[in-house]
């Protein structure tokens, strides 16, 4: 019987160099393995592989030397503890995503939440050619959301309460972007300097910054042979829905404009930023 080879990538199994070999690509979602899932994939890395496995720049689990005559027992020996193949090609790729506010104290956001939902809505989707989500927690960004196709950031609204502020200073000295000054025993905020990083309300001892959580989006990020840095086409975003409307806006947009093979910034590059920015637009205003 002929191999579907292509069918093969698409479920996350890349063809070795060696023959009949591959390199399995697990499902994960933000980094997160359970110790069940681990224990499965430990099993299959001593049954059918070479006895390790190889982790990936976007938090993949990849395991090498599978037989193309174990895959459908690696299969079953993976979903006994929960895990299950990948994929690969033209289609939403894993999602990536920090640890975000439920352990980070820098956090602005809960990151895993996000990244399964975006998991459960498009990933494995078909598209002209891959795409990519990253989501990061804040400014610090140790996600690298802009090398993504869209990246996900987020950030706390600030506004400075009069009222409760003591003029301690301690915002000055947390504020990286130099946008809070204090003269003459009194606080100003220069909010077209702020980035949202949220640094001040989590360091004022009084609360006199009320905070409003949300995200910061970038598009048309690539780190490969061509590198570029994805651009903010949205305002600030302060709600779920808004979120998930402009994500779909954006898949649906390269989906509907994309030639084969074609990755998302060279879509932009050539059907015009205009474009992309009306409908993300559209969407963010409901």
């Not at 993949?60 to 027992?73: R, T, Y």
Request: overall charge positive.
């Amino acid at each position: 019987m002929a191999v579907n080879y292509s069918e093969l990538k698409a479920g996350g199994f890349m063809r070795q160099k060696q023959k009949n070999c591959f390199s399995m690509r697990l499902a994960t979602t933000g980094g997160q393995v359970s110790a069940k899932e681990l224990a499965a994939i430990m099993e299959v890395a001593n049954t059918y592989g070479h006895g390790y496995i190889h982790l990936t720049s976007r938090q993949g689990i990849e395991i090498p030397f599978i037989q193309l005559k174990d895959i459908e027992a690696v299969k079953e020996t993976l979903a006994k503890g929960g895990a299950r193949n990948g994929v690969c090609g033209p289609r939403v790729r894993t999602i990536t995503a920090c640890q975000g506010n439920e352990t980070c104290p820098n956090g602005c956001i809960a990151t895993q939440p996000i990244a399964k939902e975006l998991a459960e809505r498009y990933f494995g989707k078909e598209l002209p050619h891959k795409f990519k989500f990253g989501v990061t927690g804040c400014q610090n960004n140790c996600l690298k959301a802009e090398e993504n196709d869209l990246g996900i950031k987020g950030g706390i609204q600030v506004t400075w309460k009069e009222e409760d502020c003591i003029s301690c200073g301690v915002c000055v000295k947390a504020c990286r972007k130099g946008a809070i000054t204090l003269e003459d025993g009194k606080i100003t905020v220069d909010y077209e300097k702020c980035n949202n990083c949220g640094r001040c309300f989590f360091a004022c001892p009084t609360s006199a910054y009320a905070g409003e959580q949300g995200y910061m989006l970038s598009f048309g990020g690539l780190f490969g042979n061509t590198i570029t840095k994805g651009e903010p086409m949205v305002p600030f975003i302060k709600d779920h829905d808004t979120l998930l409307r402009v994500c779909d806006a954006c898949i649906n947009w390269f989906k509907d404009n994309a030639k084969p093979s074609e990755r998302f910034y060279f879509t932009i590059q050539r059907v015009g930023k205009d474009s992309l920015e009306k409908a993300l637009k559209e969407a963010y205003n409901g």
